[in-house]
């Protein structure tokens, strides 16, 4: 039986880190608890690694993501030494995410393979990965003519187009509702049955472009509802695709809100430095002139990852900026077309917490939780969950417990993975109070709930 070769160049990765086995063990843990992966690892697992074992994917990728963060700098799977050769059950989609062919086919072949429980779980089960976004630049593209096979049928017509837009408040409104694991899989089904029917029928070129828009909004639906459930690998290439289908669209406003969303996943993932680039690529293909709702949204994510990087200047900046442009909107109600004042205020609390103005974050979360619909399940959790910590921060346990409470009112209508870790975070934030009666209470109804498997 062959012997392994050491990794020589895992060995060198872990020198220009300064990391010790035991350190790149738990940096790999805590990337995968982010991504809803319960990992173990410890020293002993890095020090077979380097004596040439190679861990299952997505194990590799979460290394090379750990090495990423660590050295400033992008550092490849290949590069780590742990990557595998191909295998004969890999799926082509995790082996190149940019595939080949025009963003239509590309959305086809990802919803077929997310339709069929197998292959669902081999990208479900992949991780996020750094080196695999797509190009963030924007440059409209013209959009692919079906061939003629395909455009036989029916032409497509505004009625269509106005489907389009009512199935995106439809899924919009089920997800602020009960989470994005409800109905996700229904979105997926819809997006390749109904939809990949209608952009294969003929029509006029600019119906045809609005047509490719209300795709690309119902692709980054998906994207975002896949995140919510879990998924950020998933989630990582619906955006790529709602990427494509706005540049064929020549839709700037929905490409600079997908690089906004992607912002937003690389933040809660922890990846803070390719968050804040994700933004900063929002912000310049929104430019100057777009809608002030839009700017407004694009500035608000730029300025809590200039927070999380500690550019205090720059972040109070573009606050000031997102707030003046958040004046100005008049855009129709809609979930591309209009940016809540509940969203921004909570956008500002958690820009706020990063500065370290607590007590003004839990200001603008409790103006946020009072301005929630009660029937926006997820929306309104999370905000109360974001209240009820920095309450505690603050030291008012009596307060923070009456926020719980109302979390546990709305967290049995959501499947939502960050639901899920507000739960997780309330247990461990009271266990030390749990003597005091107001965390009793509150504990006691939280044991009565249990965070669900990650959902498909």
Same mark, same amino acid.
């Given at each position: 039986?062959?012997?392994?070769?050491?990794?020589?160049?895992?060995?060198?990765?872990?020198?220009?880190?300064?990391?010790?086995?035991?350190?790149?063990?738990?940096? +790999?843990?805590?990337?995968?608890?982010?991504?809803?992966?319960?990992?173990?690892?410890?020293?002993?697992?890095?020090? *077979?690694?380097?004596?040439?074992?190679?861990?299952?994917?997505?194990?590799?990728?979460?290394?090379?993501?750990?090495?990423?963060?660590?050295?400033? %700098?992008?550092?490849?799977?290949?590069?780590?030494?742990?990557?595998?050769?191909?295998?004969?059950?890999?799926?082509?989609?995790?082996?190149?995410?940019?595939?080949? /062919?025009?963003?239509?086919?590309?959305?086809?072949?990802?919803?077929?393979?997310?339709?069929?429980?197998?292959?669902?779980?081999?990208?479900?089960?992949?991780?996020?990965?750094?080196?695999?976004?797509?190009?963030?630049?924007?440059?409209?593209? %013209?959009?692919?003519?079906?061939?003629?096979?395909?455009?036989? /049928?029916?032409?497509?017509?505004?009625? &269509?187009?106005?489907?389009?837009?009512?199935? +995106? *408040?439809?899924?919009?409104?089920?997800?602020?509702?009960?989470?994005?694991?409800?109905?996700?899989?229904?979105?997926?089904?819809?997006?390749?049955?109904?939809?990949?029917?209608?952009?294969?029928?003929?029509?006029?070129?600019?119906?045809?472009?609005?047509?490719?828009?209300?795709?690309?909004?119902?692709?980054?639906?998906?994207?975002?509802?896949?995140?919510?459930?879990? *998924?950020?690998?998933?989630?990582?290439?619906?955006?790529?695709?709602?990427?494509?289908?706005?540049?064929?669209?020549?839709?700037? /406003?929905?490409?600079?809100?997908?690089?906004?969303?992607?912002?937003?996943?690389?933040?809660?993932?922890?990846?803070?430095?390719?968050? /804040?680039?994700?933004?900063?690529?929002?912000? &310049?293909?929104?430019?100057?002139?777009? &809608?002030?709702?839009?700017?407004?949204?694009?500035?608000?994510?730029?300025?809590?990852?200039?927070?999380?990087?500690?550019?205090?200047?720059?972040?109070?900046?573009?606050?000031?900026?997102?707030?003046?442009?958040?004046?100005?909107?008049?855009?129709?109600?809609?979930?591309?077309?209009?940016?809540?004042?509940?969203?921004?205020?909570?956008?500002?609390?958690?820009?706020?917490?990063?500065?370290?103005?607590?007590?003004?974050?839990?200001?603008?979360?409790?103006?946020?939780?009072?301005?929630?619909?009660?029937?926006?399940?997820?929306?309104?959790?999370?905000?109360?969950?974001?209240?009820?910590?920095?309450?505690?921060?603050?030291?008012?346990?009596?307060?923070?417990?009456?926020?719980?409470?109302?979390?546990?009112?709305?967290?049995?209508?959501?499947?939502?993975?960050?639901?899920?870790?507000?739960?997780?975070?309330?247990?461990?934030?009271?266990?030390?109070?749990?003597?005091?009666?107001?965390?009793?209470?509150?504990?006691?109804?939280? %044991?009565?709930?249990?965070?669900?498997?990650?959902?498909?």
């Amino acid at each position: 039986m062959a012997r392994h070769q050491p990794n020589r160049h895992l060995a060198r990765l872990l020198n220009e880190a300064r990391w010790n086995p035991a350190e790149l063990a738990r940096t +790999v843990n805590d990337l995968g608890a982010a991504q809803g992966l319960r990992l173990r690892y410890d020293r002993t697992s890095v020090a *077979h690694w380097l004596t040439g074992s190679r861990p299952r994917p997505p194990i590799p990728d979460l290394v090379a993501s750990a090495f990423s963060r660590r050295c400033g %700098r992008l550092v490849t799977t290949r590069e780590t030494g742990l990557a595998r050769g191909p295998q004969a059950t890999e799926d082509p989609l995790l082996a190149d995410q940019d595939m080949p /062919g025009n963003a239509l086919d590309r959305l086809a072949a990802l919803t077929h393979a997310d339709t069929d429980p197998a292959r669902r779980a081999v990208l479900t089960g992949s991780a996020y990965d750094l080196g695999a976004t797509s190009a963030t630049f924007w440059s409209p593209e %013209r959009p692919a003519v079906p061939p003629p096979a395909r455009a036989a /049928g029916p032409r497509a017509t505004p009625a &269509d187009v106005q489907r389009l837009r009512w199935m +995106v *408040h439809i899924f919009a409104d089920l997800m602020e509702r009960h989470g994005g694991a409800h109905a996700r899989t229904a979105l997926t089904a819809y997006l390749t049955d109904d939809t990949s029917r209608l952009l294969a029928a003929p029509a006029r070129p600019s119906l045809r472009r609005e047509l490719l828009s209300g795709a690309g909004q119902l692709t980054h639906l998906l994207a975002r509802m896949s995140m919510d459930a879990g *998924h950020p690998s998933l989630a990582q290439r619906y955006f790529a695709a709602a990427l494509g289908l706005a540049r064929e669209a020549d839709d700037r /406003g929905l490409f600079a809100t997908t690089l906004r969303a992607m912002s937003t996943q690389a933040l809660y993932l922890g990846f803070e430095e390719h968050a /804040g680039d994700l933004a900063d690529a929002a912000v &310049d293909t929104a430019g100057r002139r777009a &809608d002030p709702a839009l700017r407004a949204f694009v500035l608000s994510q730029r300025a809590l990852t200039h927070a999380r990087t500690r550019r205090r200047r720059e972040a109070v900046r573009d606050l000031t900026a997102a707030e003046t442009q958040h004046d100005r909107a008049t855009g129709l109600p809609g979930p591309f077309t209009h940016y809540p004042r509940p969203g921004l205020d909570y956008q500002h609390g958690r820009t706020l917490i990063a500065l370290g103005d607590t007590a003004g974050a839990t200001r603008l979360f409790s103006g946020a939780a009072e301005a929630r619909a009660e029937d926006r399940h997820r929306s309104s959790a999370l905000t109360r969950a974001r209240l009820a910590d920095t309450l505690l921060t603050l030291g008012h346990l009596e307060e923070s417990c009456v926020q719980w409470h109302v979390f546990l009112d709305h967290y049995p209508s959501l499947r939502s993975a960050p639901a899920d870790q507000a739960l997780r975070r309330l247990r461990g934030s009271l266990s030390g109070f749990r003597r005091r009666p107001y965390a009793a209470a509150v504990l006691h109804r939280a %044991r009565g709930l249990t965070v669900p498997p990650s959902p498909t």
